[in-house]
């Protein structure tokens, strides 16, 4: 908004009159007899004359609050962005300029085919438009896949076939994410076009920093680059591009702080940090084709491994389907799942012992074990292996962040740091509206996002989520009349780094339990919610006439 141009709509009506008496005034005191109502002069010299003069006097008035760092503060909303950039410049702070959300679609097909897709096709979804950069080739033989360009053509359970593609948004922003399955409109369309949809998440997409979020990196801006105290930690990070909805970091004299106690008598010996940035305002779903070994032939049970490089860091393996199936909710029975620690390879490891120190880090690997009834078997034997689809979550720059703080350019010589995605608590609701009979419809999709962002948004720094900061939002999207039923409880379940849950509920607000044994607390775990965990039901109440 504020890098908008003002326009004459914009003037406050009775700051324009009030010019114009002004100037009718000087008119009249050098001739009475002038007739300025409704006349040419009026027209012509006296109406314009006051359109410019508060149309200039509000650009001054903005240029006044943008030149300051105190003007800034006060009004961040009517100081102009390109003078605040220059201003905040002067404290080694950029803009964040936003960037472009990017995936992969899958394009159905009725037909087994070679099928192309050029560049410059445009997918859809909720009016946003994703374009496909390269021409690409879809190919029914794998020995016709001479590069990235040429995707190999799998046959689906539905009888359709299918093949996966890459876009880009139009446009950046964080309305630009599409979430896994969503569907998708093709244009053009080739030949045996069935539908299309997102292949996972979308990756990236995020908005353009507002003056508001400059004025909160301030402390940042004039910190020390550097690996040392957290203020330094963070400016540095934040240097090196990586983003972050809220960080938080842990060490020595804490209680979470588990990683510096490995001598005799538990004791605390400083030396090591624990780095919890939360890299999104939502987990990602991420989507991996992965061969699974068999490990057990008469229950058709396999085993699937994730290295601690395939999503570093992640927190749950949702779902896990047949390559090539069309489901967009189930999964196959997943009968086990064994987190691990990966301490090996080059370069700097942190002292970890356990999961409890080292669960979403980068050095977190898993075996998972799932149950698939309809494999057909024959001429398999065990440990033959058999591809499939599997879909896991987490936040994503978890490994990048460890791999730059452990460089040697980088890292501090005295110190340990490791870095762990926030312990996660998921959280669940249904909301109840009575709505009042003649009363609008409520927009129920926009309240539900409204609902999903108010819980992202809360910092490591709250300790708690209020039922009261959902119920205010939800208020917006209400009539005359209608109601939300309370109590509202809200139950929120928070994943152990070592396996297991914390469940907890109230009507009230969520606490995050003090628990630093288990590295939960509120300086360590941040609440996520989907928009598919708010359920809205809308009740029409008949309210007889009075």
């Known amino acids: 908004m504020s890098n908008d141009l003002l326009s004459l ?159 880009t948004a139009d446009d950046v922003g964080s309305e630009y994410r599409v979430d896994v399955n969503s569907p998708m409109s093709m244009s053009p369309t080739p030949a045996n076009y069935v539908y299309s949809y997102a292949y996972e998440d979308f990756v990236g997409g995020t908005n353009v920093e507002t003056n508001q979020e400059l004025l909160d990196e301030l402390q940042y801006g004039m910190s020390m680059r550097t690996v040392g105290g957290r203020t330094h930690t963070i400016a540095l990070l934040g240097n090196q591009g990586f983003s972050f909805e809220d960080i938080s970091i842990i060490g020595f004299g804490d209680s979470e702080m588990l990683r510096d106690r490995h001598i005799a008598f538990g004791a605390s010996t400083g030396g090591k940090a624990d780095v919890y940035p939360r890299t999104l305002d939502k987990t990602q779903q991420l989507t991996f084709t992965k061969p699974a070994a068999i490990i057990d032939l008469a229950d058709k049970i396999l085993q699937m491994s994730f290295t601690r490089d395939d999503f570093p860091g992640f927190y749950t393996i949702d779902r896990i389907l047949p390559r090539g199936s069309d489901s967009v909710s189930g999964s196959l029975e997943i009968v086990n799942e064994i987190r691990s620690l990966d301490l090996t390879g080059d370069g700097f490891i942190p002292d970890i012992d356990n999961l409890v120190e080292g669960g979403f880090s980068r050095f977190q690997a898993a075996v998972v074990q799932f149950k698939d009834p309809d494999l057909d078997v024959t001429g398999l034997v065990i440990n033959d292996t058999v591809d499939y689809v599997a879909y896991v979550s987490g936040l994503p720059s978890i490994g990048l962040i460890q791999d730059f703080l452990s460089e040697r350019g980088t890292a501090d010589p005295c110190a340990d740091y490791l870095v762990r995605a926030p312990i996660p608590c998921f959280v669940s609701l249904t909301i109840v509206v009575r709505k009042r009979d003649g009363n609008p419809d409520i927009d129920t999709d926009s309240m539900r996002e409204s609902v999903v962002n108010v819980i992202n948004d809360q910092k490591f720094a709250s300790g708690h989520l209020a039922v009261s900061s959902v119920v205010d939002v939800c208020h917006n999207y209400l009539s005359d009349g209608d109601t939300i039923d309370l109590p509202i409880t809200l139950f929120g379940s928070i994943l152990l ?30 609440f996520f919610i989907k928009s598919e965990n708010v359920a809205i039901d809308v009740e029409t109440v008949d309210v007889p006439p009075v």
Do not use: C, H, W
């Not at 406050?12 to 006349?39: G, R």
């Open 497 to 526: 780094p070592a396996g297991g849950t914390i469940d907890i509920s109230s009507t009230d607000a969520l606490y995050i339990p003090d628990r630093p044994g288990d590295a939960v607390t509120s300086r360590t775990t941040a």
């Open 9 to 167: 709509s914009d003037l406050d009506p009775d700051d324009v009159q009030q010019q114009e008496d002004e100037l009718k005034q000087l008119l009249l005191a050098e001739d009475p007899e002038f007739d300025l109502d409704n006349s040419v002069i009026y027209q012509m010299v006296i109406r314009p004359a006051a359109l410019f003069s508060v149309l200039n006097r509000d650009y001054m008035d903005r240029l006044r609050r943008s030149m300051s760092l105190k003007a800034i503060e006060e009004d961040p909303t009517l100081a102009d962005n390109d003078i605040v950039d220059g201003v905040l410049s002067n404290y080694r702070l950029t803009r964040g300029e936003g960037s472009t959300a990017a995936g992969s679609v899958v394009v159905v097909i009725s037909t087994f085919v070679t099928t192309s897709v050029p560049a410059g096709t445009v997918f859809t979804f909720e009016g946003k438009t994703f374009t496909v950069d390269d021409s690409y080739t879809g190919v029914t033989d794998s020995e016709n896949v001479l590069d990235n360009t040429y995707r190999l053509i799998t046959q689906r359970q539905d009888g359709n076939y299918s093949f996966i593609i890459d876009v």
